[in-house]
T-cell receptor, first 109, second 113 residues
Framework: GQSLEQPSEVTAVEGAIVQINCTYQTSGFYGLSWYQQHDGGAPTFLSYNALDGLEETGRFSSFLSRSDSYGYLLLQELQMKDSASYFCAVPSGYSTLTFGKGTMLLVSP | NAGVTQTPKFQVLKTGQSMTLQCAQD?????MSWYRQDPGMGLRLIHYSVGAGITDQGEVPNGYNVSRSTTEDFPLRLLSAAPSQTSVYFCASSFGTVNTEAFFGQGTRLTVV
């Protein structure tokens, strides 16, 4: 089976940096994805890491360590609009996803 | 480009009723999936399809049926609705392979009373 663990909630202030961690246990591992979901909205793709290291896309970065079964999403220069839920997920061979339970990020002024 | 379109957006059913949640995509994606999202549970896979005529079960398939007669459409049928099926349902599609972005519809909020 597959399971992913991530914190349920993280709080931060505007302009700060926040890191959302994700540890996983999988029977077969292809990579780690991150999705963002605003309240009442659809999940939207943020990033995918197949190899160890840091991938940067604007204010967001994602890191993967395959040897530690661990990854994180790093959000810099936080804005109020970043308040959302963030999910780590592992893809299967059939393009389906197993998701973590999500981390709610609350950004305050 | 509409992407993934789900209908209806909201639905209230009585226990025992049946209904079909519609999902259509216009990106010519081979892979489509249905997920349900419950508070504090993340998204869980119900059924998926790797192409027209090919479907398979996910993590929580009981009480649901699917079929895939065309590349564009992937409807989800609730056979006899139960309160435990109260949830938000998301349809997703992707081009394929493991490192491909999944595109989600806006969801159907279903309440079974």
């Amino acid at each position: 089976g597959q399971s992913l663990e991530q914190p349920s909630e993280v709080t931060a202030v505007e302009g700060a940096i926040v890191q959302i961690n994700c540890t996983y246990q999988t029977s077969g591992f292809y990579g780690l994805s991150w999705y963002q979901q605003h309240d009442g909205g659809a999940p939207t793709f943020l990033s995918y890491n197949a190899l160890d290291g840091l991938e940067e896309t604007g204010r967001f970065s994602s890191f993967l360590s395959r040897s530690d079964s661990y990854g994180y999403l790093l959000l810099q220069e936080l804005q109020m609009k970043d308040s959302a839920s963030y999910f780590c997920a592992v893809p299967s061979g059939y393009s389906t996803l197993t998701f973590g339970k999500g981390t709610m990020l609350l950004v305050s002024p | 480009n509409a992407g993934v379109t789900q209908t209806p957006k909201f639905q209230v059913l009585k226990t025992g009723q049946s209904m079909t949640l519609q999902c259509a995509q216009d990106m010519n994606h081979e892979y489509m999936s249905w997920y349900r999202q419950d508070p504090g549970m993340g998204l869980r896979l119900i059924h998926y399809s790797v192409g027209a005529g090919i479907t398979d079960q996910g993590e929580v398939p009981n009480g649901y049926n699917v079929s895939r007669s065309t590349t564009e459409d992937f409807p989800l049928r609730l056979l006899s609705a139960a309160p435990s099926q109260t949830s938000v349902y998301f349809c997703a599609s992707s081009f394929g392979t493991v490192n491909t972005e999944a595109f989600f519809g806006q969801g159907t909020r279903l309440t079974v009373v």
